[in-house]
């Protein structure tokens, strides 16, 4: 019994920071020392209750990124597949919550955040090159973001 409160007690303080993905759960569990069984029962009450939903972390998750920082589909698909997340799911996701527009003006932010420390434009046109983005995307966040006030 008190095992089974030592994992819901490691669960608690994991959803504190936020939301989990099944596969996150069970890594954090297994690295704490516990056993298959245990987290398989963990993994099953927190559905349950609710608290696990692949479907809805990659939602919020989405929505994150993409307000943080820009960030290309491609790319956001390989990191939700690396919290666990499967492809059908993260790729369906993506789709639904991937607004070009919202990404346009998080990158015009970005650069204009790099411009005023002093960033060249190669080294800005790297940094989106580096977070999966297309030449023409790229091009065109830096020309609005070079030829604006």
């Known amino acids: ?33 516990f056993k298959a069984e245990e987290i398989k029962k963990e993994i099953e009450r927190l559905e349950r209750e609710g ?12 929505i994150e990124e993409i307000h943080k920082r820009p960030v290309s ?9 690396r919290k666990g ?18 990404v346009l003006e998080s990158a015009l932010k970005t650069v204009k955040k790099l411009k005023s420390r002093g960033f060249s434009e190669e080294r800005i046109y790297k940094y989106f090159l580096n977070r999966g983005f297309e030449y023409s995307f790229i091009e065109k966040v830096l020309f609005k973001g070079f030829n604006s006030p």
């Open 1 to 33: 019994m008190k095992r089974l409160r030592d994992v819901r007690k490691y669960t608690r303080i994991l959803f504190k920071y936020r939301p989990r993905t099944k596969r996150e759960i069970f890594l954090r569990l297994s690295k704490k020392g």
């Open 51 to 62: 608290l696990i939903d692949d479907e809805k972390f990659a939602k919020i998750f989405v």
């Open 73 to 81: 589909k491609d790319l956001l698909i390989e990191k939700l597949l």
């Open 85 to 102: 997340v499967t492809l059908e799911i993260a790729k369906r996701i993506v789709e639904e919550e991937y607004k070009e527009d919202v």
